[in-house]
């Protein structure tokens, strides 16, 4: 019997991903528009990757239980190569270049499939571990892995090592929580969401430094801030996202939706709409989408339309059978094998 699933945290990775989508279609414009374009694109990438592995922590919670533990962690490996092989063809057809380096030095999406793989590693010994001091600890680590110059986009540990203490977060939290969500707490939860995009809004000239480190991917000397400024913007930023996070979590509806089992199909679409994306980057459609409120506008509709593309069955198992390769491939030899005794 398969497995019912929380149309809570279905709404939250569909809404999640849906700012993931919007996020990266605005990327390569942000910087020309406007303050509230701008201010968006910040509101966006202070939480949404914290939240999102937030909620991939929370949904590893069973993996110590279960079976076939290579299998998971040979799928984050194959979708992480097959992934990056698909950005390199793209970028060989529109640009006549490659990376050989790509696979080691990881700078785009297929960051998370990496991360995903070491941070599944370590649930093993993590389940183990008292959650205060494996939080503390990866806080820590997190803050001081911005002083070392040579980590970087190298095998993005940099991204791993600074994200995983949402990991651990969504791993060591209590799902009981999100049923006491009433009223007042939706309340003040919208109300911190949006105090925080207006300050961004009225106040980025003044957050310039600050907003440098939500990328997580570069050393604190390479974003030209001294070790300190580093440390404490980092420390800062964790404080922000995390109750960006929780106030992000108390605003999803509890209820199932037409749309929500989209949020079951995550994986296909972090994959193919960054494919879309590229291509839609190196035909230059952004020169017929305008700017200001228009460009917005048309984003957004861009996005919710991918998302609902590339959630759709043929991308969905494409993807998905890439990621159980290793299992069907396991599968269909222990059927092989079985059959064959049988003739024998």
């Not at 937030?54 to 949904?59: A, K, L, R």
């Not at 440098?212 to 570069?218: F, L, P, Q, V």
């Amino acid at each position: 019997m398969e497995k019912r699933r929380d149309p809570y945290w279905d709404n939250l990775k569909l809404a999640l991903m849906f700012l993931v989508v919007l996020g990266h279609f605005l990327m390569p414009v942000k910087s020309s528009e406007g303050p509230f374009v701008k201010a968006l694109f910040y509101w966006i990438y202070l939480f949404h990757m914290q939240a999102f592995v937030f909620v991939s922590g929370y949904s590893s919670k069973s993996y110590v239980r279960k079976s076939g533990k290579g299998n998971k962690l040979a799928g984050f490996l194959i979708t992480f190569v097959f992934f990056t092989i698909c950005i390199e063809i793209i970028e060989f057809i529109f640009t006549h270049g490659i990376r050989l380096r790509i696979l080691f030095k990881i700078t785009g999406a297929p960051w998370y499939m990496a991360a995903m793989f070491f941070w599944y590693l370590l649930i093993p010994f993590i389940s183990r571990a008292r959650p205060v001091i494996s939080l503390t600890l990866s806080i820590v680590l997190g803050i001081m892995c911005g002083l070392v110059s040579g980590l970087g986009s190298f095998l993005s540990l940099s991204r791993t090592i600074v994200f995983f203490p949402a990991f651990l977060a969504g791993y060591y939290f209590d799902g009981a929580w999100i049923q006491k969500i009433g009223k007042r707490s939706r309340l003040l939860s919208a109300g911190i969401l949006l105090a925080v995009f207006l300050f961004l809004f009225f106040r980025q000239s003044v957050l310039s430094d600050f907003l440098k480190i939500i990328y997580a991917k570069s050393s604190y000397s390479k974003l030209d801030l001294t070790g300190a400024a580093g440390c404490a913007y980092r420390l800062l930023w964790y404080f922000v996202s995390a109750v960006m996070t929780v106030s992000f979590l108390g605003i999803i509806p509890r209820r199932k939706f037409l749309f929500t089992y989209i949020g079951g199909r995550t994986l296909s679409i972090y994959v193919v709409h960054r494919l879309i994306r590229d291509v839609f980057k190196y035909l230059d459609l952004y020169e017929y989408l305008g700017d200001g409120v228009i460009l917005l506008g048309l984003c957004v509709f861009i996005s919710a339309a991918v998302i609902f593309i590339t959630s759709a069955d043929p991308f969905y198992h494409l993807v998905n059978n890439v990621f159980r390769l290793t299992e069907n491939f396991h599968h269909n030899s222990s059927g092989n094998r079985f059959r064959a005794a049988r003739v024998h």
